[in-house]
């Protein structure tokens, strides 16, 4: 008994000193014996994020345990989850703009759970981008874009870095102005905007005449035209690049010009265009486009047919205006060979370029075969001229597309579709030439005898179909006798009809290129 006695009387301070041992590491040193917290990655703590970066937030469980036994909670409450290979992701991470928590937890027996807590913020507002819009009235000169990017920490124009003020402010300078800029914006969460922005051009209006290439290479007909320019009683001249025979009027470097043997010696494009800006005139390039005999041909000898407009039996398509008429506006080759003459003028200084015939040619579609067409003909056309304004308003020209009269009531039979085609030209130009119209069209009896009456609802039936692009509308008025004789008066009469109807620019037609008879009187 006394044995037993001091044995109890030992062990005593034993049992304490493993109860005080047990009772230190309850707090410290089980919780650092057993496994780790569960890992929370994918955001980073305190972090403002877009609400579809949430979606990388992923749950990990602790060494020693199965994922079944993580429990997650989103903003204190049960969060609904679905198992990615060895995490657990949130299932459906839409969450309100603000603060917010994601705490993982592992319940334990006899010790304390094991628990890991984030939080971060989400923002989900993208930035909101304001340009304000300036109308451009000389592509060639530097231009300033100016606008806010609000709530955005980068900016970029074109991919390159553009500085911000506080308020989002910026002012991005251009050597001369671009068809359109990629604006793109960003903030500290990753929300961005971006926005291709049109830069709005306002054409400076123009009094012209037509000359064709040879035209400019004779005294008699070239020095009245200069005269009429040095009395102010016109302020531009069109000069043909290239005309309905598919000659390009001077020496061009595009090389399937000189490959196909299209340029001629007729005029020094780059002396002729510094000569009239020397004297303070205009210079508008007129550029056929798709009857074009000589590219047809060529194309045709050298196997390229499908380069060419054909008959539904593979023949080229004539339709009254010969053997070799009308290129395919559908085939990349001659998009492309149409387009380098434009960027060339524009580079050698033309002041405009302008199409004429972007059109398809008359005649029942069904009889025609148009290799490689896409969508409608209207579509394709269209696409031309959006790809062609961009090229040549990057080199500071202006574009203008040359239409039927008719186009704007029935656009089918030469597939130009007005308010389609607006919407990338920086002007129309209609034929709306008295001569050319049947009787009774718009309600005129005698369209060739009253110039004023078919001019004037021709030209405001442009007018109102191109509105809302933007694009002004610059009509071709007929300075020629036909079955009537067409003097001061008849002329006049057409422009006095177009300006009544919201269009005061104007170019005037006549095939051998006088226009004595046109009574233009000089400027004041």
């Known amino acids: 008994m006394v044995v037993q006695a001091s044995r109890s009387r030992r062990a005593v301070p034993l049992l304490i000193g493993l109860l005080v041992a047990l009772a230190v590491a309850a707090p410290l040193g089980i919780r650092a014996l057993s496994a780790a917290d569960p890992v929370l990655s994918g955001v980073d703590e305190g972090a403002t994020v877009t609400t579809d970066a949430v979606r990388a937030l992923g749950v990990s469980a602790p060494e020693g345990h199965d994922l079944d036994e993580v429990q997650v909670l989103l ?56 340009v304000e819009p300036v109308a451009v009235s000389d592509p060639r000169k530097p231009f300033t874009l100016k606008g806010k990017a609000i709530g955005a920490t980068a900016l970029t124009a074109d991919d390159q870095p553009v500085p911000l003020a506080d308020d989002g402010a910026f002012s991005v300078q251009f050597p001369k102005a671009p ?3 990629q604006l793109s914006a960003r903030d500290d969460a990753g929300n961005s905007a971006k926005q291709e922005y049109a ?10 005449v037509h000359m064709t290439a040879m035209a400019w290479t004779s005294d008699a007909l070239r020095e009245p035209v ?11 001249i069109q000069l043909d690049i290239k005309d309905e025979s598919g000659e390009v009027g001077y020496q061009s470097q595009v090389p399937l010009a000189r490959e196909i043997g299209a340029t001629r010696g007729h005029y020094d494009a780059k002396a002729v265009v510094d000569q009239l800006h020397r004297e303070g005139i205009r210079v508008v390039g007129r550029l056929v486009a798709f009857r074009d005999p000589i590219l047809a041909k060529a194309s045709w000898a050298a196997g390229k047919t499908d380069r060419v407009i054909q008959t539904a039996d593979g023949k080229p398509w004539s339709g009254g205006y010969g053997d070799f ?24 200084g033309f ?39 961009d090229a040549v308003r990057d080199r500071g020209a202006f574009l203008g597309a040359s239409v039927f009269g008719i186009a704007a009531s029935r656009p089918g039979p030469v597939a130009q579709d007005i308010p389609m085609m607006a919407q990338h030209v920086d002007y ?7 001569s050319h119209w049947g009787p009774g069209e718009y309600g005129v009896a005698q369209p060739e005898s009253q110039p004023y009456d078919i001019t004037a609802r021709s030209v405001a039936e442009f007018v109102a179909k191109s509105k809302d692009s933007g694009t002004q509308v610059i009509p071709w008025l007929q300075a020629f006798s036909l079955r009537k004789s067409y003097g001061p008066a008849e002329v006049q009469a057409q422009i006095q009809a177009s300006k009544d109807n919201g269009a005061s620019s104007f170019l005037l037609w006549n095939a051998s290129c006088r226009y004595e008879s046109a009574g233009l009187p000089p400027a004041p």
């Open 179 to 181: 068809a359109r800029v």
């Open 226 to 236: 200069l005269r009429m320019a040095r009395e102010g009683r016109i302020n531009t």
């Open 428 to 434: 129309l130009a209609p034929m709306v030439y008295p």
């Open 199 to 208: 830069v709005p051009v306002r054409h400076p209006g123009m009094k012209a």
């Open 351 to 389: 002041d405009d370029v302008l199409y004429d015939y972007i059109r398809r040619p008359e005649g029942a579609l069904a009889q025609m075969k148009i290799p490689g067409l896409q969508g409608t003909p209207e579509q394709s056309i269209t696409a031309f001229l959006a790809k062609s304004r």
């Open 325 to 348: 008429a009308f290129t395919n506006f559908a085939n990349p080759e001659v998009v492309a060979y149409n387009t380098d003459l434009a960027t060339e003028a524009a580079d050698i």
């Open 75 to 130: 903003d204190g409450k049960p969060a609904q989850t679905r198992r990615d290979g060895d995490r657990l992701l949130l299932a459906d991470p839409v969450l309100p703009d603000g603060e917010h928590s994601v705490s993982a937890r592992v319940p334990a027996r006899m010790m304390p759970d094991r628990e890991a807590t984030l939080t971060f913020t989400v923002d989900g507002t993208a930035p909101e981008l304001a």
